[in-house]
């Protein structure tokens, strides 16, 4: 059963146990209202026998006026445990002579007689029946008759509705009030109006809960579907994000409604789902990269050793074959040993740097001065390579927050990387300035250069633009990788920029840790070594 139609018939329910109540409350304090009336009524009209020295005497019956009689028991046609039983109680003579069946009715109740408590049987045929459409009616007494009370007056009287001896007949309302001689006064009216009135209100009030009860459920549909809406849009925006559009998102977020803090926490989880389905794609991702950077890495790795590693087997195989016992061949056998050990030793302390730095090692972090840092650098390469003339100069003092040998080692990289892809007399020159909140250092060198699409890649592990030359001069293609790895553990970037026949710029930006005030730039640091 859907949401929608247990809503509605959670609303139709409800309404059915107002209006029925309602209903019954109605009716009922009618019913209360009438009967009360008719109780007073009777109440008001109680005195019906005059005591005289012999006994209690009866006013009589007015004679119908198509009958010509007063309503006896002869008139009702009925005996039974009502019928006339003689003078079994107090002598009850009628006032007016005549018939003794005969009495005219001069009371403005309906109906009247003088019974036994015991079984209610008429006393001397002492009655008036009532009439209702010039039929004589008499209300069926029960036996005995019970439920008394003590009215104020001192008298006992009990009220009740009953029906008619007739079939067919009215509803009575009686009064009963005890007499002496264990003798019972009752009065009794047809409830003919009453209860008229009692049936319009009860098809009225069915005609109008029914009408009620269909306007409800018309409203209720319309409320609930309105209601609703916005949980369709939640449906909607689920279908959608489950086809796979991830930016859906459910509306309605800035209602102050049950439905809207429903929207929000939908949105906010979406984006919890979302953000956690997108660092996923970007692990796997990066996964599948590393995997192939890691199978890339393996056999760059074990070619670059594989030729030291050939190199000193030959060696060795030469030394085997009577190298020991040729002296002019040892020192070249030798030489050419600890030639191939040291590329083997640079390479493995290349891999193990990068290696620590992909596994994000700390570093020793403090704050640095780069001017200091890059002339020390500068003063090393020039002692270093004399051929290739370095020139350095400086805006003024730059500080950043970093470990100071992994930033030398990253100078000594970018100016041992011009020594060997340039020819001698190439010159290189150095800068560093401070551009916004970040600290630049640019190497530029007057080499042969590059193609640009070439530039972009130098910083990719094992990549040469030319493998046998770079070989040959002893190179493993990790330099700048060690370079780019350095500058980005700093949080900074590094880039190349090349035109053949222009030579190479490298730009290094680097978060500064201190701003320090300008200086005039007449001031720069200049050298050239």
Sequence with gaps: MSLRLRLLLAVGAIAIVALVVADFATY???????YNQVDQQLAQNRTHLVATPTGLVFNGCVPHPLTGA???????????????????GPGLSPATGGNRNEFPNV???????????????????????AYVDDRPYRPQLPVPISGYTTQPDGSQVAYFTTSSVTPGGPTFRVRAEKLAANLVQVQAQPLVDQN??????????LAVTAGALVLALAGGWWLVRLGLRPLEDVER???????????????????????????????????????????????????????????????????????PIAAVSAYAELFERGGSQHSEDLPRIVSGIR?????????????????????????????????????????????????????????????????????????????????????????????VDQIGDQAQIEVRDTGPGMLDSEAQRVF?????????????????????????????????TVSAVSTPGEGLVVTILIPISTVPQPEDPAAAVAEVL
């Design 70 to 88: 007063g309503g006896t028991d002869a008139d009702n046609g009925n005996t039974g445990s009502t019928g006339t039983t003689g003078n079994t």
């Design 339 to 431: 030639t191939e050990t040291a590329r083997m030793d640079r390479l493995v302390n290349d891999l193990l740097t990068l290696a620590r730095l992909d596994e994000g090692v700390p570093m020793e972090m403090a704050p640095v001065e780069l001017v200091s840092l890059v002339s020390d650098a500068v003063r090393t390469a020039a002692a270093v390579g004399p051929a290739w003339p370095v020139q350095f100069s400086a805006a003024r003092p730059v500080e950043v927050n970093g470990d100071r040998d992994r930033l030398r080692q990253v100078l000594d990289n970018l100016l041992a990387n011009i020594r060997a892809h340039t020819p001698e007399g190439t010159t290189a020159m150095v800068h």
């Design 107 to 129: 009371f403005a109740i309906s109906y009247f007689a003088v019974v036994t408590q015991s079984k209610s049987t008429v006393v001397d045929s002492v009655q008036c029946a």
């Design 28 to 34: 009922s304090a009618l019913r209360t209202s009438l």
């Design 237 to 307: 925006t689920a279908d959608s994000i489950a086809a796979g559009d991830l930016d859906q998102r459910v509306p309605g977020a800035d209602q102050a409604t049950e439905v809207g803090r429903l929207a929000r926490a939908l949105n906010v989880m979406l984006e919890r789902i979302q953000a956690a389905f997108s660092a996923r794609v970007a692990s796997e991702s990066r996964l599948r990269e590393n995997e192939q950077h890691l199978r890339q890495f393996v056999a760059d790795a074990s070619h670059e050793l594989r030729t």
């Design 460 to 492: 990719e592990r094992f990549y040469r633009a030319d493998p046998a030359r770079a070989r040959t001069r002893g190179g493993s293609g990790l330099g700048l990788s060690i370079v780019a790895a350095i500058v980005t553990a700093h949080g900074g």
């Design 196 to 205: 008229s009135t009692l049936h319009t209100l009860f098809l009225t009030e």
